[in-house]
């Protein structure tokens, strides 16, 4: 009997080995975790082995916000991945403790290492407005084993500045501004600025896309502005030989005019609210700004789409705002940018470099087809006078319809039904989201003209009705300099205007709106339909005397010359990478100046920048490449 169970406790323990065996195959490896600094001041060595072709998580705890999460790339078919990662720009600490998860397993916590200093010290923060009273840490890198110091406060009795390790606590003590200098070391000292202000309001500190930066002798970088009142002048700039710094809207231009130096440029809200400072070195260093592999991509709520980053000057990449992330979110997985569409709106997403290019998107999200379709306004582009209130009438989509960032200094809105109505405050401009429940949205521009019309505009007519390819005159009553600012359906009906007169042209049946407007503001909408021209049916022949004759009357001839084309005025600025009327007008504009070369398509690309240029040079205008408030003047006169 004993001999026979032999046989059956060999084959249990042949089963068991191979079960152990596949059981162990199945399971997936531990990582393993290793640290090292670069000696670059900054950057540290990421070694993993794990699993072959998985993706690699990091965890680590971030100044200020705690834990992170972020992807930093796949093993490879060996199971091995390398990369550095900026201590500065991750926001991690010497000696915090830090891991990463491959495939499901987690590594052993490993500490993050000193970095070695370097020639420029580091801080989280390069300028703080805080109300009186109130305290905030500023974290310091790049100084190595070496401790921080206080090397000077510009004005002692504003700010308070106590030290401990590598976090720098200001405490507020009375209304007004400071700047304090840290330094690392004693016999080859770095230092960095801070910009303190203090004041009794909740204001933010201005933020940049690049607080320390690098430009080429001769080129221009464009420095990116969040936060404060949203208009910004050069409050100083302490070596204006070196940089000229010329803003424009959001954006610093900062031009390298000498071949070596450093200027550090203090840059506030035109209200002293709020300011911060830039500092920028001359040297070896390319400016060439960041580009997208789609530009202005349209979406549908729900939707996904994945946009590549190319181009800038190198580095790692981050997100330096998103405009209305309630519309998309935008996320980035090395140099892919993830846009998940929220609601309906438009947003802009400034993508930048670590070594100082920056990118704009634009974003626009549309209806979702499930939920009432896209929607239409009666007007897409409005002018009015201060104190002037016009409606707009919306259609299609979804009730009830939603106005979203209407909060303005130029313009009130009051929305009713279907009637958005818009009254004029003082001069200004405006974009405005309109938006259906079903997610559909449209973009309202408004531009309030702080003259008050003197004559109210009408028109001989409303409503027009004619067939394809015949004309129809309508009389314009007003101030005069009468223009077309908006056609909603050019395929259905074309407009010229020639002085008091309007002639429309029947091009398809159907339905359009054209809005026409007069010096002083005011805008009115007539609606065109048109009708397929009547077939003409020959009518039977019948026999009848020889006709009278009958001596025609005279009739004064029509006359068939074509209006004049009306200029085109240019209201709202244009910058690089811009897709619109405007960029196409533009383009048609220099063209007729002799100075754009290239297809008029109304995309902002690098020939028009060129063009504009040559423009501003001309003109004696700095030489941005964008369309700004001088430039607009110069092309309207």
Known sequence: MKFNKLPNLIAFAVILVCSLSFSTKALAASPILSLSSTGDGDSVQINVTADPNKSVVFYYNKIGSGPQISFIGNTDSNGSLSTNISAATYGISANDSVHVSVNGQTSANTIWPNVVATSLLSLDQTSIVLPLGQSYTINAYNNGANSIYLSNNSNPPVANVSISGNKILVTANNYGSSIIMLCSGVNNPICA?????????????????????????????????????????VLSNSNPNIFQAVVNGSSISLSAQGTTGYSALTICSLDMSACGIINATVGNANSTPLTFSQTNPIMSVNQSMTVSVIGGTG????????????????NLNGGNLMINALAGGSTVVTVCSSMGSCGSLSI???????????????????????GQTLNITISGGSLPYSVLNSTTNFLQTSLSGNT??????????ASINVCSAGGGCTILSVLVNGVSATTALSFSQSNVNLNIGSNATVYLFGNGGYFVSYNANPGIATSQISGSNIIFTGVAAGTDSISVCQNGGQCGVITINVSPAPIVVAPPLVVVAPPVAITPAVVAPVSTS????????????????????????????????????????????????????????????????NVGNLTMAALNK
Do not use: C, H
């Open 364 to 386: 626009t999200v549309n209806f979702s087809l499930a939920n009432g379709g896209p929607i239409a306004l009666s007007q897409n582009n409005l002018w009015l006078s201060a």
């Open 193 to 233: 600025s801070a910009y303190i202000k203090v004041q009794n309001t909740g204001a933010q500190p201005l933020t940049f896309s690049q607080t320390n930066t690098t430009v080429a002798s001769g080129q221009t970088m464009v420095i990116n502005v969040l936060g404060g009142t949203g208009s910004y002048m």
């Open 562 to 625: 074509v209006p004049a084309q009306v200029k085109f005025k240019f209201v709202r600025n244009i910058f690089y990478g811009s897709t619109s009327n405007d960029v196409l007008q533009l383009q048609k504009r220099l063209k007729l100046e002799g100075i754009f070369k290239g297809p008029a398509t109304g995309k902002f690309g690098a020939l028009t920048r060129t063009a504009v240029r040559a423009y501003q040079k001309i003109k004696g205008i700095s030489q941005t490449g």
């Open 315 to 330: 580095g790692t990449y981050s997100i330096f705002s998103n405009s209305s992330s309630s519309v998309a979110s935008a």
């Open 420 to 429: 958005l109505s818009i009254t004029g405050l003082t001069s200004g401009s």
